[in-house]
């Protein structure tokens, strides 16, 4: 539910024009009440929108960084295959004493 930047704008303005209002002397009390509530529920929703749009920069931050470790342990996986082989083949004898573990305890 994001405002479009011409929204945010007209939120903005009109906060600046009830503010202007208010402070005119001309201006009755009750109209000053009115325009009073108006321009704190345009602060309001331009929080609300400001609070949103600093979340998703903050989420896709994060997870740009998150893909780039991935890509980074993949990429050092990949040039280090002579240890994965390895470390798969310890793996693998350490599933087999598993596995003979769960048959004598049976």
């Given at each position: 539910?994001?405002?479009?930047?011409?929204?945010?704008?007209?939120?903005?303005?009109?906060?600046?024009?009830?503010?202007?209002?208010?402070?005119?002397?001309?201006?009755?009390?009750?109209?000053?009440?009115?325009?009073?509530?108006?321009?704190?529920?345009?602060?309001?929703?331009?929080?609300?929108?400001?609070?949103?749009?600093a979340k998703r920069t903050a989420r896709t931050n994060n997870v740009t960084k998150f893909?780039?470790?991935?890509?980074?342990?993949?990429?050092?996986?990949?040039?280090?295959?002579?240890?994965?082989?390895?470390?798969?083949?310890?793996?693998?004898?350490?599933?087999?004493?598993?596995?003979?573990?769960?048959?004598?305890?049976?």
């Amino acid at each position: 539910m994001a405002l479009r930047p011409e929204e945010v704008q007209h939120l903005e303005g009109l906060v600046e024009d009830m503010i202007k209002r208010i402070e005119d002397t001309n201006t009755s009390n009750e109209a000053a009440v009115v325009y009073g509530r108006i321009g704190n529920a345009c602060t309001k929703t331009l929080a609300i929108e400001a609070a949103a749009a600093a979340k998703r920069t903050a989420r896709t931050n994060n997870v740009t960084k998150f893909r780039a470790s991935r890509e980074n342990r993949l990429n050092s996986r990949k040039l280090g295959q002579g240890r994965a082989g390895a470390t798969d083949a310890q793996s693998s004898t350490q599933g087999q004493r598993s596995q003979g573990q769960r048959q004598t305890s049976n």
